[in-house]
């Protein structure tokens, strides 16, 4: 299945709620080979002293007891899937590093010593369209073929789906959605909108439900907290318990345009299209103007997809028009030609996504 295939969502009821089981399981192929370029990544093991937080988590387990490995490289689809991602160094060799400490656990615990084992929570800091969602999956996946998650699920939830209308649902909805990610990854979005309404805000409830079952639960899932850098900063320092409890941060930078082009051009012929010279020069014109306009708002790798799309569906309605009784043949139908990339400006006005292409 290609990426983006695995990558469509389920939606659920509320339209939040994804879950996806991770369907690749071990591959055969052998040898994968380091990410070459090794970049600061904070992934501070669980005894890490962090002055006021130490005694949140003086009680607090290690995730998971290593289970025995089957035999096979676990590491070779893990990287199959992030060599194909444009850029995110820091983030491929943090997965590396993942990899890496539980293999030699593992390797640790056969050899009598002490397995190490660690706390798997993670922070997940960047703007819209980083890929943060799409590497929550590949994380959960490698912790499933690591022995660390029995499923390898993801349930990918935001405020809407965690805060209830009336005292004691917020609790019981997170309970239920916390129950969905057992063996899995539970990632929550925007999670700094929880802290928004202050103390009587059932936000709070949701982060008290999630923190207690952090700790009733602590081997039965992951949870990750993403959002942007900013936010994400101030919600953890307006909850000083929190950030010892997540042992593992991960940077999402924003894609410079090259990136983006090369985004572009992924996400084209994963589809089977392909972007004439011309039509690279005008989305890279566009990009470098959008990603200027819109600092703050701009969707990153989500833009590009949603101005692919909208490419397609353009190109189709040409063709259709220009080939009223014929087909246009198999280039012509591969063709993304400029003027199928109608451009239209996102708004400044901090709209997030319901702009242009967001
Ligand atoms: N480095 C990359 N290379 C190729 N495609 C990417 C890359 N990063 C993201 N994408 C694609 O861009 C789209 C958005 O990515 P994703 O949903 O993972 O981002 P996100 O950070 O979770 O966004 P949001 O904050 O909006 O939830 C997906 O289709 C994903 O496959
Ligand atoms: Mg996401």
């Known amino acids: ?51 006021g937080a130490a005694a949140h988590i003086a009680d607090q387990e290690p995730l998971a007891a290593v289970k025995p490995l089957p035999p096979g490289d676990h590491y070779a689809d893990i990287q199959k899937e992030l060599d194909v991602m444009v850029g995110l160094d820091n983030v491929k060799s943090l997965v590396y590093e993942i990899y890496a400490m539980l293999q030699i656990a593992q390797m640790r615990s056969e050899a009598g010593l002490n397995g190490g084992a660690h ?51 917020t609790a019981q909805k997170t309970r239920d959605l916390v129950r969905k990610a057992v063996g899995g990854v539970l990632f929550v979005d925007e999670a700094y909108s929880l802290a928004r309404g202050g103390e009587k805000d059932f936000g709070k409830e949701a982060i008290d439900t999630l923190v207690k079952a952090m700790e009733d639960m602590r081997n039965q899932f992951v949870l990750i907290l993403a959002g942007y850098p900013a936010e994400i900063e101030h919600f953890l320092m307006t909850n000083p318990g929190l950030p010892s409890r997540f042992p593992i941060q991960i940077d999402f930078p924003d894609y410079t345009v090259d990136q983006l082009i090369q985004i572009a051009e992924l996400m084209a012929r994963d589809r089977d299209y392909s972007l004439l010279p011309q039509t690279v020069f005008k989305m890279r014109q566009h990009l470098m103007q959008e990603k200027h306009m819109s600092v703050f708002s701009f969707s990153n790798a989500r833009y590009v997809r949603n ?4 490419s397609i569906r353009h ?20 063709a993304i030609r400029p003027e199928d990339v109608k451009l239209e400006m996102q708004s400044t006005s901090g709209g997030r996504r319901e702009n242009g292409y967001t």
């Open 1 to 51: 299945m290609s990426m983006q295939g695995q990558l469509l969502a389920a939606t659920g009821s509320k339209g939040q709620v994804i879950e996806r089981m991770n369907d690749q399981i071990a591959s055969g192929a052998k040898s994968g080979t380091r990410p070459s370029r090794q970049i600061n990544v904070v992934l501070r093991s669980h005894d890490s002293s962090s002055s």
């Open 119 to 169: 706390v798997y929570h993670m922070i997940f800091k960047g703007n819209p369209g980083t890929g943060k969602t799409t590497i929550a999956r590949i994380v959960a996946k490698l912790l499933q073929k690591m022995g660390v998650l029995s499923k390898g699920h993801l349930i990918e939830v935001e405020r809407a789906d965690l805060v209830g209308e009336y005292i004691g649902h």
């Open 307 to 310: 101005m692919i799309e909208k």
């Open 315 to 334: 190109q189709a309605v040409r063709l259709l028009s220009q080939y009223a009784n014929s087909s246009p043949g198999k280039q012509e139908l591969m």
